[in-house]
């Protein structure tokens, strides 16, 4: 029996993506399922690199797949390669060799092809027909002297297998309609199948979420880990993302990539809340938190429908995601990104942000040294304004104060006495409240840029 090396009660979830790729947002969505519901239960929470197929994997993935996760805020407890866990997967071989649960098989890929293509014409599924299994020692021996190399199957038990789903519920598979799976191939590599049962059972995962695509394999994967001796965790099959046209997310094609996303200045929050929530019964909206998303995911909610996925909802949920943030929420992005100015300044423009570069280009606006734009029609009202200017200290009351005065002393009102303050002070035609600003600027950056000098 493989033995778990968890001892805790607690319970653990993983994600094991391939290192063959980037992450997309359908890859984080198993990802964050997983973390958040191990972060509520405070279980936790592993990342497991499925990197047997050393043709295909690359280090660089494998370091993009932490830098991405470390973005979400999900960083794993801890991480395992499954390349340097081969041993225990040899050692279950064995055991299902002994069992007569694995047997060798010889075809090629173009002869099971054949069998596929006559089992379609005459209306039988595709199923293999376990020939290898008639095969005895001298049949095995005359393949061998050939040149033939096995590859191993693992022989099902015909039978129903049953397992409440976490998403869909009662669930059942007869693996009779299935051929037996190939766990070894002729190399004497694994396909992800073996380890990851294995890996399952020895780091006592109790629960395990991904998409619906593995729905089948899960049949499969609870008979091997009954005749490895072990029970099957717990699994839930999510919905799959889709683009808006209804195409399926690739790693190969870079479909959303994480990486990309970030580089777009999407929030973190906001793709997580999208990842998490679209394709459920729940509203899309932001969460100032991953502890808030925990707290909402609620796998009965996760429709049987593709989740179609869209970056402009994405866009759009960073806007309001930066809106509602407190300052206490970015104070270290600020100071990283070299921007001052504390709470007054963040709460000042979040209301207007994109994204959060464009909180650096609005304290280059209120920070630094520059003209205001003036129209020459309005030189004479922004120099009355100026006189106007009332001294400091400034509170919550100048501005409305100002203001007052000014309409008395032009008799100017809405645009045509807004608009030219807010040119002569930001250059932008629109932006955060002028009260606010004032308190960002000061008065001697605002006197002067309404004279018209570089303040």
């Known amino acids: 029996m493989v033995m778990s090396q968890h001892s805790s009660s607690r319970p653990v979830f993983r994600f094991a993506p391939s290192p ?38 690359r280090v660089e993935y494998a370091e993009a797949i932490g830098a991405d996760m470390a973005w979400l805020g999900i960083a794993p407890d801890v991480t395992y390669r499954q390349s340097a866990r081969l041993a225990l997967y040899d050692v279950a071989a064995e ?34 027909d ?18 033939r190399k096995p590859h191993w199957r693992f022989r099902l038990a015909h039978k129903v297998v049953e397992w409440d789903d976490g998403v869909r519920g009662p669930q059942h598979v007869d693996t009779s309609n299935l051929s037996d799976p190939v766990l070894v191939r002729e190399d004497g590599s694994f396909l992800y199948t073996l380890p990851s049962v294995v890996d399952d059972l020895e780091m006592g995962v109790t ?60 929030e973190a929050l906001a793709v997580a809340a999208t990842a998490v929530l679209v394709g459920t ?21 996760i429709s049987r429908a593709p989740a179609r996925f869209d970056p402009e909802e994405v866009a759009g949920l960073t806007a309001r995601t930066l809106h509602g943030l407190p300052f206490y929420a970015v104070d270290m ?58 001294p400091e200290p400034w509170d919550e009351e100048t501005y409305g104060a100002w203001m007052t005065a000014v309409k008395a002393g032009t008799g100017r009102k809405g645009r045509a006495l807004f608009h030219p303050l807010r040119l002569a002070l930001t250059g932008r035609e629109a932006g955060p409240e002028l009260a606010r600003l004032l308190l960002v600027m000061g008065r001697a950056r605002v006197l002067a840029r309404l004279q018209g000098q570089a303040g």
Do not use: M
Request: with cysteine.
């Open 20 to 57: 063959t790729g980037f992450l997309h947002v359908g890859n984080a969505r198993t990802a964050l399922l997983n973390a958040l519901l191990a972060r509520r239960a405070g279980g936790l929470f592993i990342l497991r690199l499925d990197d047997t197929d050393l043709a295909r994997s």
């Open 95 to 128: 055991k299902l060799k002994a069992d007569g649960r694995l047997y060798p098989a010889y075809e090629t890929e173009e002869e099971l092809e054949r069998k596929r293509r006559l089992q379609r014409a005459r209306g039988l599924p595709p199923v293999y």
């Open 130 to 147: 376990r020939a290898a299994l008639a095969l005895d020692d001298v049949a095995r021996a005359r393949l061998e002297a050939e040149g």
């Open 207 to 266: 629960d395990v979420v991904r998409g619906e695509d593995h729905v089948t394999n899960t049949a499969v994967q609870i008979e091997i880990a009954e005749a490895l001796g072990g029970q099957a965790p717990r699994f839930a099959h999510h919905n799959l993302l889709v683009l808006p046209n209804g195409e399926g997310l690739s790693k190969r094609l870079g479909h959303l990539s994480l990486r990309a996303l970030r580089d777009e200045g999407q």
């Open 281 to 301: 019964s729940q509203a899309l909206q932001p969460v100032e938190s991953l502890d808030e998303l925990a707290q909402r995911v609620d796998l009965s909610t």
């Open 333 to 390: 992005r600020l100071a990283e990104a070299g921007i001052g100015g504390g709470a007054t300044f963040w709460e000042t423009v979040r209301g207007n942000l994109s994204t959060f570069a464009d909180a650096a280009e609005w304290w280059t606006i209120c920070a630094t040294a520059r003209k205001g734009v003036i129209a020459p029609e309005d030189a004479d009202f922004l120099a009355q304004a100026a006189a106007l200017l009332p």
